[in-house]
Antibody, heavy 124, light 107 residues
């Protein structure tokens, strides 16, 4: 069974830092590109960033809203994905989802799976 | 960045109705588009990939069409379990971008 389980969401003060994690099972994690997507309360979905696989040197892409503040990393030995969030702002308050979004392989890439999300609240 | 303009933002419909949701891309994205359904408190679930391919396990009442800049999600006969919010996502270029969402409510 495919599972993506996020953890680490918490209440943090503006300017603070937090790391959320995602443990994956049920597919070959090391082969995949992995993504983080967030959703502020009552709002739409926002893609945050992506990390490629080892073959592609673990390179990353980020949305402008988080670039320079957030860092995506992975540990293939632990089937784990991480999101390090620094200099947090109140507008970063959201549910954070890890996901293996389909499409990066090509048009026939039907594999698309998400975790259940973890809540990050930035407030004083 | 590619902007995805989704319409309408909400609609009211009855069980059995045909429903159409549109996403327009600010530049051509070939068929690099997926459609997602999200229910309250749940993660999104992809329904359509490559603009018109039905995800395994998704009812055939859902269909997608379009290429380039105009895309459509159609629900041919709305069922009670289809009341949800729908999003499009382009993965043609970075940053990946979602449409604003369409909330489908019961009339």
């Amino acid at each position: 069974e495919v599972q993506l389980v996020e953890s680490g969401g918490n209440l943090v003060q503006p300017g603070g830092s937090l790391r959320v994690s995602c443990v994956v099972s049920g597919f070959i994690f090391s082969n995949q590109y992995m993504d983080w997507v967030r959703q502020a309360p009552g709002k739409g979905l926002e893609w945050i960033g992506r990390i490629r696989n080892k073959v592609n040197s673990y390179t990353t892409e980020y949305a402008a809203s988080v670039k320079g503040r957030f860092t995506i990393s992975r540990d293939d030995a632990k089937n784990s994905l991480y999101l390090q969030m620094n200099s947090l702002k109140t507008e970063d308050t959201a549910v954070y989802y890890c996901a293996r979004l389909g499409g990066w392989i090509g048009a026939t890439d039907a594999f698309d799976v998400w975790g259940q999300g973890t809540m990050v609240t930035v407030s004083s | 960045d590619i902007q995805m303009t989704q319409s309408p933002s909400s609609l009211s419909a009855s069980v059995g109705d045909r429903v159409t949701i549109t996403c327009r891309a600010s530049q051509g994205i070939r068929n690099d588009l997926g459609w997602y359904q999200q229910k309250p408190g749940k993660a999104p679930k992809r329904l359509i990939y490559a603009a018109s391919s039905l995800q395994s396990g998704v009812p055939s009442t859902f269909s997608g069409s379009g290429s380039g800049t105009e895309f459509t999600l159609t629900i041919s006969s709305l069922q009670p379990e289809d009341f949800a919010t729908y999003f499009c996502l382009q993965h043609n270029s970075y940053p990946l971008t979602f449409g604003q969402g369409t909330k489908v409510e019961i009339k």
